[in-house]
C-alpha cells in the first residue's frame, strides 16, 4: 500500500472507525514523552491527524463538527494513555477515595481532550488544501495547548512540545522559544509528512512541509549542540549538597504515630557515608529533604528541630518540605495550613519559609467546597479544610549561596511563571512527592517538565523527591 492510499483510507474512514483511529493515535502518541522518548513515533500519528481533518469535509460547519468530534477522540486517547496514574492517588485511602478511581481516570482525560477538540475545529475552518494546513494545525493546537495550560488553574502536562525535549541537544531551544514555541515547531515537524501523501496533480509543493521540517530539526540540532557546548558549568565554591530522597509510602507520610520513627529514618539516611572519602554530614553544607516530609508540623515539634541541630554541622542549613499550620499567624482556632519549604539553620532555628502559590485542585484544596464537601467529597491530602495559598511567589537568601526560588511539586510545570519577573533568583529549588503517582510514567512525566523549565529560565535546579526522581540539573 502506498502513502497516498494509506492517506486516502484514513481520509474516507467514518462513524467508530474514525473514532477508533483517532484514539488509538492520540494515545500511541504518548510514548514520544518520558520515559520513553520515541519521538519519532509522532511522525506517524500525526499525519494521521491531518488525513483526518482532511476527511472533515461535510460542508464548513459540518466538517467543523467532524473536525471536533476527531479531536476530541484523539484528545481523550492521549491524555487516558498519558495521565493513566491519576488513579493510583485514589488508592492510597481506597477505603474512602477508591470509588472514584474509574471516574477520575477518565473524566480528567475527557475534559482535556475539549481542548485538542477546539484546536482541530479552529484548525478545520482555517483549513486549506496542501502544505499550508500542516501551518494551520500547528497553530490551532499551539493556541489550545496555551489555553490548557492558563484556563481555570491550568494544567499543561505532557503539552505537545515536550515530545521535542526527549534529545538534550534539541530541548535546547526551549531556552529561546520556550515551551509554547517548542509545541509549535512539534505539530509543524511532526504533520509535515501528511503532505507527501498529496496527490501531484494537485500539489507540486507536497516535499516543502517535508523539506521544512528537515531543515528545522537540523537547525534545533545545531543550535543545541553549540549552546551546549559554550555554556560551561559554574560551580559555587565552598557549597555541598547533599539531597536525601526517603522513598516513604504515602500512609507512612500522613500517620502521626509514625513521627518517631520517620524522624529516625531522614536522620539516619542523612548521616549515611555514601563512598569511602564521603563521612556523612561533616561536609555537607546545604542538606535538602523533599515535600511534606513529616507526619507532623515541624513548627510545633521542638524536640524534631532539637534532632535537625544536633544533625547539622556549624554553619550548614537543612531546606525541608512540610506543613505549615495556618493558626501560627492568624489564631489558634483556624484549621488550614500552608504545604510550605522551611530553611533551618545549625541552631535549629527556622530562617525562612515559603508557602506553595499554585495548589493542586481535588489533591490540596476542593473547589466549591461547601458544595462538594456536602456531598461527602474532600480532597485527597488529609489536611482539614484543605490547603491554603501562599501569597505570592518569591526569591530567598539561603546562607553561603545564591539566592533560592523554591517551587513545590508541580508548581515547577508552569512555563513563565516560575521565576518573579522583579527578583533574580541563582538556583531553583523543586521539592515534591510523586508518591502519589506510584511507580507509573508520572515521575519520568515530572522529572522531564522540571529539566525543561531549568533549560528555559537558565537556571540550574535542585530536585528532591520523596520517591521518584531525585536530581541535579546545571
Keep these: 500500500m502506498t502513502l497516498t492510499h494509506l492517506s486516502h483510507s484514513i481520509v474516507l474512514a467514518w462513524g467508530w472507525r474514525r473514532a477508533a483511529i483517532a484514539f488509538a493515535a492520540g494515545a500511541l502518541s504518548t510514548l514520544a514523552l518520558a520515559p520513553f522518548d520515541a519521538w519519532p513515533l509522532m511522525l506517524l500519528t500525526f499525519p494521521v491527524l491531518v488525513w483526518l481533518v482532511d476527511g472533515a469535509a461535510a460542508g464548513r460547519w459540518g466538517g467543523v463538527i467532524a473536525a471536533f468530534v476527531t479531536g476530541w477522540w484523539f484528545g481523550f486517547g492521549y491524555f487516558l494513555a498519558g495521565l493513566y496514574w491519576i488513579g493510583h492517588a485514589f488508592l492510597v485511602d481506597a477505603h474512602i477515595f477508591g470509588w472514584l478511581l474509574p471516574f477520575a481516570v477518565t473524566a480528567m482525560p475527557a475534559g482535556l481532550a475539549l481542548f485538542t477538540a477546539t484546536g482541530l475545529a479552529f484548525a478545520r475552518l482555517i ?40 534529545p538534550l541537544v534539541l530541548a535546547q531551544g526551549a531556552a529561546v522559544v520556550g515551551l509554547w514555541g517548542m509545541t509549535f515547531f512539534a505539530v509543524l515537524l511532526f504533520a509535515s509528512p501528511a503532505a507527501l501523501a498529496d496527490d501531484p496533480a494537485y500539489s507540486r509543493r507536497r516535499f516543502v512541509p517535508a523539506v521544512a521540517a528537515s531543515a528545522l530539526l537540523i537547525a534545533l540540532a545545531a543550535y543545541g549542540s553549540l549552546r551546549l557546548a559554550r555554556t560551561p558549568t559554574a560551580f559555587v565554591d565552598g557549597v555541598r549538597l547533599r539531597i536525601m530522597q526517603p522513598n516513604l509510602q504515602q500512609d507512612e507520610k500522613f500517620n502521626r504515630g509514625a513521627k518517631q520513627s520517620v524522624m529516625a529514618r531522614y536522620l539516619a539516611l542523612s548521616d549515611r557515608a555514601t563512598g569511602p572519602q564521603q563521612s556523612g554530614m561533616r561536609d555537607v553544607t546545604h542538606l535538602i529533604w523533599p515535600e511534606s516530609a513529616f507526619p507532623f508540623f515541624l513548627t510545633r515539634e521542638p524536640d524534631a528541630l532539637a534532632q535537625i541541630a544536633d544533625l547539622l554541622p556549624p554553619g550548614s542549613v537543612l531546606i525541608t518540605g512540610g506543613v ?24 535549629g532555628s527556622i530562617l525562612a519559609a515559603y508557602d506553595k502559590v499554585h495548589l493542586v485542585p481535588f489533591g490540596e484544596y476542593l473547589p466549591f467546597q461547601t458544595t462538594l464537601e456536602s456531598l461527602g467529597l474532600t480532597q485527597l491530602t488529609r489536611v482539614r479544610g484543605g490547603f491554603m495559598a501562599g501569597d505570592r511567589r518569591r526569591t530567598y537568601a539561603v546562607p553561603n549561596a545564591p539566592r533560592m526560588l523554591p517551587l513545590i511539586c508541580y508548581e515547577i510545570i508552569f512555563p513563565g511563571e516560575a521565576v518573579p519577573s522583579n527578583e533574580a533568583p541563582g538556583w531553583m529549588l523543586n521539592l515534591t512527592n510523586d508518591g502519589w ?15 525543561v523549565r531549568a533549560i528555559e529560565e537558565g537556571l540550574p535546579l535542585v530536585r528532591a523527591a520523596n520517591t521518584g526522581i531525585s536530581a541535579i540539573v546545571d
Design 437 to 451: 503517582f506510584g511507580r507509573s510514567t508520572g515521575p519520568y512525566q515530572h522529572f522531564q517538565q522540571a529539566r
Design 324 to 347: 505549615r499550620p495556618a493558626d501560627d499567624l492568624l489564631n489558634r482556632s483556624a484549621p488550614r495550613a500552608y504545604n510550605s519549604i522551611f530553611v533551618v539553620n545549625h541552631d
Design 127 to 166: 483549513w486549506t488544501k496542501g502544505p499550508w494546513r500542516i501551518v494551520a494545525l500547528a497553530i490551532a493546537l499551539t493556541a489550545t495547548e496555551w489555553l490548557r495550560g492558563h484556563i481555570l488553574t491550568g494544567f499543561p502536562w505532557n503539552a505537545y512540545g515536550y515530545a521535542l525535549t526527549g
